[in-house]
């Protein structure tokens, strides 16, 4: 693949410079020591606005959002724009909430969102459907950070597994040595590839492709001649509800993942978190623009690469497009742009599960007493393992297991928005009625999910999050979020088991939390109480 | 930073957050946008009037945090 040489070194040479950058990143705003969760996992809890900027924008817009969402615009039109809506309202839904969460995590040392339900509701079992959630929706998504390096190397004509195998050996080894320092120092780099090359496709090929208009004209055209009724470049009347709750139910569950809130709780004060819901947003303009690479490609009669089963491999389109468009230099650094934008947020979601694991799990059921060594031990083997896990889970299963199980991860993310999000504002729900609404949500969008087919690929089940009304005896052909139903089961049964136990009079928890808690900012006493060496 | 009044206790109750509802609530209408013209630089207005969203998402979010910081 001659072809590619000069993308290939490109994309070499930065790969490495970035990879240098994350084992230099341990002795960046270096601490006395590195062995606790609050240095290793949470980069010392002293991130001021920028570097959380490039922190959490690094984090939520991965190489699997680049690469997928301009290939479902590819292939449905309108309703893969869902994700604009979906990150502009995300950041006024949570502007309150996350400084909650940080007063709160700041004045307990709380790591993870498992851990403030675990001091809420005084209930350990809870605490762990908690963790246990945020751990299964979140290894799949780390998994399919590989998809989009796999992309790219495709696309460059490379096969094999090697390459990501490597890859992801370089990405443990300085994860393991620098912890959130390491992804923190990257995500400068990756945004700052992100932004130029995506200025750079916004302006240059609509140029070449005769302006916008013709872009959007090809895009009907291609639309309007296919026998599929949802596609085209606007929405129709069945799948405008889906667009609203897909939007609004992924931006209520963007938050509730651990790897979100890892960026978060690394904040030095409420104002950083503030500040930032204002300035994200700068993301979403970016991640519209991406969305619309996918009417480029239709224009441009761009033809992805087949997969592994020899059917077109839909994630290509954007590799296949730049490698029409761009000199093969540029090629080389917008494909270095996605592959290290698979690896910030690789690195923070693989130290959002270990922080999940080593304080839910390993603290709560197997060492009571373990010391801040021991922890920041343990969550940088298990950072390991997850790395592994997810490497194994793409060589040894299909792909699409993991796509399938990153969709499930959403549906049942969003069922730990009462104990977690609402948990915040009001403790009036029981422990029990939380647990009962939790696996009640749980069942009922694994149901709708495993009846949804999708008759593009020919699948029976799991084939998208779209449910038909028409399953619950409506007559009608509109479709509605799965995750956003499942939430409202997860809310009424909650509600009911609450009043239930109640008057059964079933012991609740106690709350560790007090109200003057959430509200606590730095340079408080007792924000301060949290002093970083002292057990907590 | 502004030192809290010891004898009250504080809050994030402010009338500024229910601005936060605008930019959560607009992008969610779809029979606002979901149309082609007019066009604006060649762009349906599905597409530039969400774009123009984030704006609103910005201006309303950065008032409210200048008002109740």
């Known amino acids: 693949m001659s072809g590619h040489t000069t993308e290939l070194v490109i994309f070499t040479l930065l790969f490495l410079v970035v990879s240098g950058m994350g084992f230099v990143a341990a002795r960046w705003r270096r601490p006395e020591s590195i062995e606790s969760l609050h240095e290793w996992g949470l980069g010392g809890r002293n991130f001021g606005s920028w570097i959380t900027w490039f922190l959490v924008g690094g984090d939520l817009y991965t190489a699997y959002t680049f690469v997928a969402v301009p290939a479902l615009v590819f292939g449905a039109g309108a309703m893969g724009f869902f994700a604009l809506p979906y990150t502009v309202v995300v950041y006024p839904l949570v502007f309150l909430v996350l400084a909650r969460m940080w007063s709160v995590s700041h004045v307990h040392g709380f790591v993870t969102p498992a851990d403030f339900v675990r001091a809420r509701f005084g209930s350990p079992t809870l605490a762990l459907a908690v963790a246990i959630t945020g751990l299964v929706a979140t290894m799949p998504y780390i998994a399919l950070q590989l998809v989009g390096i796999e992309a790219v190397l495709k696309a460059m004509g490379i096969t094999g597994h090697l390459p990501i195998v490597i890859a992801f050996a370089i990405l443990a080894a300085y994860t393991y040595q620098s912890g959130l320092r390491a992804p923190a120092l990257i995500a400068f780099v990756k945004d700052t590839l992100i932004y130029i090359v995506i200025l750079a496709a916004v302006i240059y090929i609509p140029a070449r492709l005769g302006g916008w208009d013709s872009i959007f004209d090809a895009a009907k055209a291609k639309f309007d001649a296919t026998p599929a009724k949802g596609d085209g470049i606007l929405l129709t009347g069945a799948n405008q509800l889906q667009y609203i709750t897909l939007a609004f139910g992924s931006a209520l569950a963007l938050f509730l993942y651990p790897h979100s809130l890892t960026g978060v709780l690394a904040a030095r004060n409420r104002g950083v978190i503030k500040r930032n819901m204002a300035a994200l947003p700068a993301y979403s303009f970016l991640l519209g623009l991406i969305a619309l690479l996918g009417f480029m490609a239709i224009a441009a009669k761009t033809k992805p690469v087949a997969g592994a089963n020899g059917k077109p491999d839909g994630n290509t389109i954007v590799p296949v497009l730049f490698d029409q468009m761009f000199p093969d230099w540029f090629t080389g650094v917008a494909y270095a742009a996605v592959g290290i934008g698979a690896l910030v947020p690789a690195a923070i979601m693989s130290i959002a599960a270990a922080n999940l694991f080593t304080r839910n799990i390993y603290r709560e059921y197997l060492n009571k007493n373990a010391t801040d060594a021991q922890e920041a031990k343990v969550s940088k083997i298990v950072s390991l393992v997850v790395k592994v896990g997810a490497v194994l889970c793409i060589l040894a299963l299909d792909p699409q297991f993991s796509i399938d199980l990153q969709l499930i991860g959403g549906v049942i993310i969003l069922q730990t928005l009462p104990s977690v999000a609402l948990g915040l504002y009001t403790r009036w729900f029981h422990k029990g009625g939380l647990l009962a609404g939790w696996a009640l949500g749980l069942a009922a969008g694994m149901w709708m999910l495993y009846l949804i087919p999708n008759p593009a690929t020919g699948k029976a089940h799991f084939g998208g999050s779209a449910f038909g009304l028409s399953n619950l005896g409506f007559d009608t052909t509109m479709t509605i979020y799965a995750g956003f139903l499942a939430l409202a089961v997860n809310l009424a049964v909650a509600a009911l088991g609450t009043l239930a136990f109640r008057a059964m009079k079933v012991a609740d928890g106690e709350d560790a939390t007090s109200r003057a808690d959430y509200f606590a900012d730095e340079g408080d006493p007792r924000v301060k109480e949290l002093d970083l060496s002292a057990p907590h | ?69």
Do not use: A, H, K
């Not at chain 2, 209408?29 to 704006?55: A, C, H, K, M």
């Open chain 2, 1 to 69: 930073m502004t030192t809290p009044d010891p004898g009250r206790p504080r809050t994030d109750r402010s009338p500024w957050n229910w601005l936060l509802v605008v930019p959560i609530v607009l992008p969610l209408l779809t029979f606002l946008y979901n149309s082609d013209e007019p066009r604006l630089l060649g762009f349906p207005t599905f597409y530039w009037l969400q774009l123009s969203f984030i704006v609103v998402g910005v201006v309303c979010t950065t008032i409210v945090y200048r008002m109740t910081r």
